[in-house]
T-cell receptor, first 106, second 115 residues
Framework: KNEVEQSPQNLTAQEGEFITINCSYSVGISALHWLQQHPGGGIVSLFMLSSGKKKHGRLIATINIQEKHSSLHITASHPRDSAVYICAVDADKLIFGTGTRLQVFP | DTAVSQTPKYLVTQMGNDKSIKCEQNLGHDTMYWYKQDSKKFLKIMFSYNNKELIINETVPNRFSPKSPDKAHLNLHINSLELGDSAVYFC??????????????FGEGSWLTVV
């Protein structure tokens, strides 16, 4: 069992839909990162969380330290949001989830 | 200016060759990393340097040797390349080592194909 589990693995949505990607972890952490990877491209850091909630544009990330769970929400999804979203926990080294492939169709 | 830049972006080479991937960051960060993304897109830490000193060295074959000439550079040299080394290698940097809860900045990745 991976120390960082993401769900779902794959997600398709219609433009405008509300998206939720979940991340659960089993180790002690100092922070949790949400990353975005476009096809053939590099990796961009979306959020770093150690508690509570953060919002950036249409993206919202939440974390519950007691339950060892985080969610990434995308409101009013758009085709340009299509990418792989990766959860990574900072446990003295980054431990990555397997990623969630999101495809948003017009 | 690209914050974390790595070269080459694409590399195709034969088994048994020796190759290097270079990485430079212009963010003034103290810590740099090499990550490997396998064919299933799973990312894993390989090495981490803080102020030119090795602080994380995961279970990586000793054919892989990182070198940090200064804080802004972390190069990855691979000897006797094998088919299983084919992967995407990402360089990254942060102000302080992981564990301190810093934002990590990634390079664009280097696609290595061993034939």
């Amino acid at each position: 069992k991976n120390e960082v589990e993401q769900s779902p693995q794959n997600l398709t949505a219609q433009e405008g839909e509300f998206i939720t990607i979940n991340c659960s972890y089993s180790v002690g952490i100092s922070a949790l990162h949400w990353l975005q990877q476009h096809p053939g491209g590099g990796i961009v850091s979306l959020f770093m969380l150690s508690s509570g909630k953060k919002k950036h544009g249409r993206l919202i990330a939440t974390i519950n330290i007691q339950e060892k769970h985080s969610s990434l929400h995308i409101t009013a999804s758009h085709p340009r949001d299509s990418a792989v979203y990766i959860c990574a926990v900072d446990a003295d080294k980054l431990i990555f989830g397997t990623g969630t492939r999101l495809q948003v169709f017009p | 200016d690209t914050a974390v830049s790595q070269t080459p972006k694409y590399l195709v080479t034969q088994m048994g060759n020796d190759k290097s991937i270079k990485c430079e960051q212009n963010l003034g960060h103290d810590t740099m990393y090499w990550y490997k993304q396998d064919s299933k897109k799973f990312l894993k830490i390989m090495f981490s340097y803080n102020n030119k000193e090795l602080i994380i060295n995961e279970t990586v074959p000793n054919r892989f040797s990182p070198k940090s000439p200064d804080k802004a550079h972390l190069n990855l040299h691979i000897n006797s390349l094998e088919l299983g080394d084919s992967a995407v290698y990402f360089c990254a940097s942060s102000q302080q080592p992981t564990g301190a809860g810093n934002t990590i900045y990634f390079g664009e990745g280097s696609w290595l194909t061993v034939v």
